[in-house]
């Protein structure tokens, strides 16, 4: 099982900034995507921001150049670096990963799996 935990959310001002991290912890092999969502009430989840370790990294259109994801693959950590926020980036931001691989006693999953965050409230209000 892998766990996942955030933590930077909070309250910040129009224009201000705010870094999330999400560390996994378990018995993780690998994990080929890191990436955050967000959801506010009555909207789906959407994608923000997604790092592979192919290298490939993605974003929303409205955070592009405001928001920077990053990831340590030695520490199963990913981050995301919000700058220029706006009070329509207000909501719960979820950690995902996926294409996760754990092993346990030399014995590996038959699949990788996805898991997600519980989620951690950002605030973008003057």
């Known amino acids: 099982q892998v766990q996942l935990v955030e933590s930077g959310g909070g309250l910040v001002q129009p224009g201000g900034s705010l870094r999330l991290s999400c560390i996994a912890s378990?018995?993780?092999?690998?994990?080929?995507?890191m990436g955050w969502y967000r959801q506010v009430p009555g909207k789906q989840r959407e994608l923000v921001a997604r790092?592979?370790?192919?290298?490939?990294?993605n974003y929303e259109d409205s955070v592009k150049g405001r928001f920077t994801i990053s990831r340590d693959n030695g520490k199963n950590t990913v981050y995301l670096q919000m700058d220029s926020l706006k009070p329509e980036d207000t909501a719960v931001y979820y950690c995902?990963?996926?294409?996760?691989?754990?092993?346990?006693?030399?014995?590996?999953?038959?699949?990788?799996?996805?898991?997600w965050g519980q989620g951690t409230q950002v605030t973008v209000s003057s």
């Open positions: 995902n990963v996926g294409g996760v691989w754990t092993c346990s006693d030399f014995v590996c999953d038959e699949s990788p799996h996805e898991y």
């Open positions: 378990g018995n993780i092999s690998s994990i080929f995507v």
């Open positions: 790092s592979s370790k192919d290298g490939n990294i």
